[in-house]
């Protein structure tokens, strides 16, 4: 299957602070990206879905402000956790679209002081 | 109801065995249907899509789908102790969004 990465794997910072995670197609171009995110024992939630050169689309209940999300090439997307606290502590994953088929990458667990 | 239903689990089945893990979903247009299979701690992995009704077998996995009876399931044949996770059922009900189900617990004894 399709190869998709996740960078950093864990990130750690204070509350308040912004943190970046990027989500890379390795081996295929992603006109569609993904971002979930998935709290202890519990299913995956979509947060958005990102487009190559578009603005992403927010699911209901999800601020945009908070969460920025910019797709600016094929192989590549990344979410801003703005002004984090630590509610938002979770397990953030992002997958990418190949021929109607959803690749997750790696997951980046945030923890929020 | 939501949308996509699965059975929490745990399921256990001894080493060797069938294990038969079972998802339903509410949306008649519904088109694709994934099984993806999480470790803990791990992001989920595609183990098999299927999008018309019948069979579909990929070495020890076969996926079966039913639209009339709006279900859709995981058969393992000869569950090994590694194959013990959660297994997600996803439905991609247009617009290229998938809707998963809470997953089942699958525990596979030696």
């Known amino acids: 299957g399709a190869v998709v990465s996740q960078h950093p794997s864990w990130v750690i910072c204070k509350s308040g602070t912004s943190v970046k995670i990027e989500c890379r197609s390795l081996d295929f171009q992603a006109t569609t990206m993904f971002w979930y995110r998935q709290f202890p024992k519990q299913s995956l939630m979509l947060m958005a879905t990102?487009?190559?050169?578009?603005?992403?689309?927010?699911e209901q209940g999800v601020e945009k402000d908070k969460f920025l999300i910019n797709h600016a090439s094929l192989t590549l997307s990344t979410l801003t956790v703005t002004s984090a606290h630590p509610e938002d502590s979770s397990f953030y994953i992002c997958?990418?679209?190949?021929?109607?088929?959803?690749?997750f990458g790696p997951g980046t667990r945030l923890t929020v002081l | 109801q939501k949308e996509v239903e699965q059975n929490s689990g745990p399921l256990s089945v001894p080493e060797g065995a069938i294990a038969s893990l079972n998802c339903t979903y509410s949306?008649?247009?519904?088109?694709?249907f994934f099984w993806y299979r999480q470790y803990s701690g791990k992001s989920p992995e595609l183990i098999m899509s299927i999008y018309s009704n019948g069979d579909k077998e990929d070495g020890r996995f076969t996926a079966q789908l039913n639209k009339a009876s709006q279900y859709v399931s995981l058969l393992i044949r000869d569950s090994q102790p590694s194959d013990s996770a959660t297994y997600l059922c996803?439905?991609?009900?247009?617009?290229?969004?998938?809707?998963f189900g809470t997953g089942t617990r699958l525990l596979v004894s030696p």
């Open positions: 996803a439905v991609n009900t247009g617009f290229q969004k998938l809707v």
């Open positions: 990102s487009n190559e050169g578009s603005k992403a689309t927010y």
């Open positions: 997958s990418a679209e190949e021929v109607n088929e959803q690749f």
């Open positions: 949306d008649r247009v519904s088109q694709s």
